[in-house]
């Protein structure tokens, strides 16, 4: 690639930087954005971000030396702080979000992708093949709680450990770093060909589509009350064809709806024996498979359940994790929450519950 930094190489008529930054700068939760180069490169990227929020300072001579001097410049009332490879163009603002909920809840946070290739070491020869289960290739951005992190590059930096990303000196501290999925797109700019392969991404067309799920159930004595795929000891169920589970059936119809392929009325009739007394899990599996069939993937779900009782916040997570398990998504792209209508109506009269949904779905335009 020449002397050109790489981030200041030109992708689709930009440097490849401005790429980089921008999911960071349409992000409300970014407080404050820091960005290391060298002493030589002060001036030209001061120049080219004119305008914008972004904190320049001089990095160091290795990676390692850069983060730590970045985190001295971390505003000390930030809680969180996100580390991103400058030469990694293509992070979605849903995977940077759903990083930056999961470092929040766990305090150290890696994107990762499983690693399905053969692994063989060695160097022109040979010498050993790798087990691949439970290899992962690891992305950024990694979300740290700040002083942890702050701990972590000190104690490395004191006793002279190196290492190739930020991770690996939190785990040292005996600190577990939690695995969220990453994106195959989050690709690195590492040699000359990568920038090929990133002029083609940056040319391909992502199609995008919405839907809107509506579902009602009366409740009834005599019946398991299942929410999100998950059974809540109440003194009613909600009655159907199947376990009555309303939350899940909004959510398929809501993908449903965002393909243009009807309702659940349709691909599981009421009338059909083989749909009697199933799991919605089930129902809303065979819809996520029709999803991948036609190409496309889930963004995000947001579930509204109206009901008056019983309470379902101690279920939450459990629901969202089922939910994300049967779209084959990670769980921070799933957010289900409830409210009651004030007594008003069949919920306020506890005759029954309602559940609404909104979807958003994408694929590589064809």
Not at 14 to 39: A, C, G, S
Not at 40 to 64: F, M, N, W
Not at 291 to 296: C, K, N, Q, S
Request: contains cysteine; charged residues 30%.
């Amino acid at each position: 690639m020449g002397n050109i930094p790489k981030i200041f190489l030109p992708l689709k008529g930009e440097p490849l930087i401005l790429h980089t930054l921008r999911p960071f700068l349409q992000n409300p939760f970014i407080q404050q954005i820091i960005l290391p180069v060298r002493r030589g490169d002060l001036e030209r990227a001061k120049s080219l971000l004119k305008g914008l929020p972004v904190e320049l300072i001089e990095g160091g001579k290795v990676r390692q030396e850069t983060v730590r001097l970045a985190l001295e410049r971390i505003d000390p009332s930030l809680e969180l702080v996100a580390i991103h490879d400058g030469a990694r163009p293509f992070l979605s603002p849903s995977l940077l979000q759903a990083c930056l909920k999961a470092g929040e809840r766990f305090g150290a946070v890696v994107p990762a992708l499983p690693i399905y290739e053969t692994i063989k070491r060695g160097e022109e020869w040979v010498e050993e093949t790798l087990p691949r289960e439970g290899l992962f290739a690891i992305q950024t951005p990694q979300v740290f709680r700040t002083e942890l992190l702050k701990t972590a590059h000190q104690k490395a930096w004191e006793e002279g450990f190196v290492a190739t990303d930020d991770a690996s000196l939190v785990e040292r501290m005996g600190v577990k770093v939690k695995i969220i999925r990453g994106e195959k797109e989050n690709i690195k700019i590492t040699e000359p060909e990568d920038l090929t392969i990133a002029e083609k991404l940056m040319s391909g067309k992502r199609e995008y589509r919405s839907g809107i799920g509506i579902d009602f159930h009366q409740l009834a004595k005599g019946r398991r009350l299942f929410l999100g795929g998950v059974e809540i000891s109440y003194e009613q169920g909600l009655l159907g064809h199947s376990d009555g589970d309303v939350l899940l059936h909004a959510i398929a119809d809501a993908i449903l709806g965002a393909m243009g392929l009807g309702d659940i009325g349709l691909h599981f009739p009421p009338d059909e024996p083989k749909w009697k007394d199933i799991s919605s899990l089930l129902i809303l599996s065979e819809t996520a498979k029709m999803t991948r069939e036609l190409g496309w993937e889930v963004e995000n779900v947001d579930c509204t359940l109206l009901a008056e009782e019983p309470k379902v916040a101690p279920y939450k997570e459990e629901m969202e994790r089922r939910v994300a398990e049967c779209l084959g998504i990670e769980k921070e792209r799933v957010n289900i929450k409830a409210t009651t209508t004030e007594g008003m109506g069949f919920v306020g009269r506890r005759e029954g519950m309602c559940a609404l949904c909104t979807v958003l779905l994408r694929r590589e335009a064809v």
